[in-house]
């Protein structure tokens, strides 16, 4: 069974940059048929799509963020990791790692929340 | 403001069905049959229970179904049930451009 946990730093200051690591068990990334991207949802708001990553690299973004994130793979480790820069309390929100089976999200993680504080 | 539109809540009764629409144009939803549907429990992560318009998951209930008329697609909750209480998001691939985006959302309330 696919399984997806993030992990990193719940508590940011502005002007930081966020990263988070997205680690996969029960499958392998490196599959051709999926990407694997990120999803935030700020607190009480609806879900916002950050952006996709192929294992080989090939990786899409939302156009509002595109300027911030980078969304790269670690085949290696069976991982994929989200950085956004230049960080505000905007960016707050509970963070979700998902498989992207062309075109829907399959499998998602629990989530985590990064705050950003000023 | 996101490409796709969802009514902000629903309400039913218990055993009755409801349609939650998600409109978008006739160059996104209306061209291509790539809508999916997520259920999102308070403090939970979302699920998906429809995907491709129409196709369910392997262990979502088939109370669950999804459809498609011009640029607005449809999720149709049948016989509901307090269960059935959370926030449901349609998402679709829109273009190269824009390879994803989700919709509001609407709140659905059993009454």
């Known amino acids: 069974q696919l399984q997806l946990q993030e992990s990193g730093p719940g508590l940011l200051k502005s002007s930081e940059t966020l990263s988070l690591t997205c680690t996969v068990s029960g499958g392998s990334i490196s599959s051709s048929n999926y990407y694997w991207g990120w999803i935030r949802q700020p607190p009480g708001e609806g879900l916002e799509w950050i952006g996709s990553?192929?294992?080989?690299?090939?990786?899409y973004y939302s156009p509002s963020l595109r300027s911030r994130v980078t969304i790269s793979a670690d085949t290696s480790k069976n991982q994929f990791s989200l950085k956004m820069n230049s960080v505000t309390a905007a960016d707050t929100a509970v963070y979700y790692c998902?498989?992207?089976?062309?075109?829907?999200?399959?499998?998602w993680g629990q989530g985590t929340l990064v705050t950003v504080s000023s | 403001q996101s490409a796709l539109t969802q009514p902000a809540s629903v309400s039913g009764s218990p055993g009755q069905s409801i349609t939650i629409s998600c409109s978008g144009t006739s160059s996104d939803v209306g061209r291509y049959n790539h809508v999916s549907w997520y259920q999102q429990h308070p403090g939970k992560a979302p699920k998906l229970i429809i995907y491709a318009v129409t196709k369910r998951p392997s262990g979502v209930s088939d109370r669950f179904s999804g459809s498609k008329s011009g640029n607005t697609a449809s999720l149709t909750i049948s016989g509901l049930q307090a269960e059935d209480e959370a926030a449901y998001y349609c998402g679709s691939w829109i273009s190269n451009s824009i390879p994803y985006v989700f919709a509001t959302g609407t709140q659905v309330t059993v009454l």
């Open positions: 990553a192929s294992y080989s690299g090939t990786t």
């Open positions: 998902a498989r992207y089976d062309p075109y829907h999200f399959d499998h």
